[in-house]
């Protein structure tokens, strides 16, 4: 699966948008970008993932740029409760287990 | 859906002891992986399994780690003899699919302190 790569840590106004970018340089053809988070002390969360399209769910959005070496999940209204490390993780179609970087640990202050 | 759920929670116990983890996948779900979380190391994956079969256990770290999954509805993750190295959280995830598998549900953790 190809690296990502990803700021360390990030802060983030509460209401405001966070951008979290992701860099996969390598990514090949079947190669997916997936979304999580993991709150302090939980399980990671599956957020969202994308493939060549723009992907939006009820959590976040996904831009993947057209040549697909960097994606940005948005957050739209930040909240004090998205504070987490959020993970950028590529991966082909037919894998069949997830590894995990370090992530960005995204602060949401007042 | 009660998702997918570990227990115990927390564990501390000695080191030489033997130490039995135990994950409740999500019904329906044929996929079911075990991470261990460390600070130094992250997250990493230990083993999964496909409809029961352990699939991949290059993650195991030795001898000492077993995982079986006997039936679809329950995995069990034993460090026997348990050292103080293996004091991190254990995860346990499941998924639907053998490919792709690249929406996991993970439960809470099972934290273990080995003294």
């Known amino acids: 699966d190809a690296k990502t790569t990803q700021p360390p840590s990030m802060d983030c106004a509460e209401g405001r948008a966070a951008n979290l970018p992701c860099n996969h340089s390598?990514?090949?053809?079947?190669?997916?970008v997936y979304w999580y988070r993991q709150i302090h002390s939980q399980g990671p969360q599956y957020i969202i993932h994308?493939?060549?399209n723009n992907e939006t769910n009820e959590m976040a959005s996904l831009i993947i740029t057209e040549d697909r070496k960097s994606s940005t999940l948005i957050l739209p209204h930040a909240t004090l409760r998205d504070t987490a490390v959020y993970y950028c993780?590529?991966?082909?179609?037919?894998?069949?287990?997830?590894?995990f970087g370090t992530g960005t640990r995204l602060q949401v202050t007042l | 859906d009660a998702g997918v759920i570990q227990s115990p929670r927390h564990e501390v116990t000695e080191m030489g002891q033997e130490v039995t983890l135990r994950c409740k996948p999500i019904?329906?779900?044929?996929?079911l992986f075990w991470y261990r979380q460390t600070m130094m190391r992250g997250l990493e994956l230990l083993i999964y399994?496909?409809?029961?079969?352990?699939?991949?256990d290059s993650g195991m770290p030795e001898d000492r780690f077993s995982a079986k999954m006997p039936n679809a509805s329950f995995s069990t993750l034993k460090i026997q003899p348990s050292e103080p190295r293996d004091s991190a959280v254990y995860f346990c995830?499941?998924?639907?699919?053998?490919?792709?598998?690249?929406?996991?549900?993970f439960g809470e953790g099972s934290r273990l302190t080995v003294l």
């Open positions: 995830a499941s998924s639907l699919g053998s490919g792709g598998a690249g929406e996991l549900f």
């Open positions: 390598t990514i090949s053809g079947n190669e997916y």
């Open positions: 994308g493939l060549k």
């Open positions: 993780i590529v991966m082909s179609g037919t894998a069949s287990k997830l590894t």
């Open positions: 019904s329906g779900h044929n996929s």
């Open positions: 399994f496909n409809n029961n079969v352990p699939i991949d």
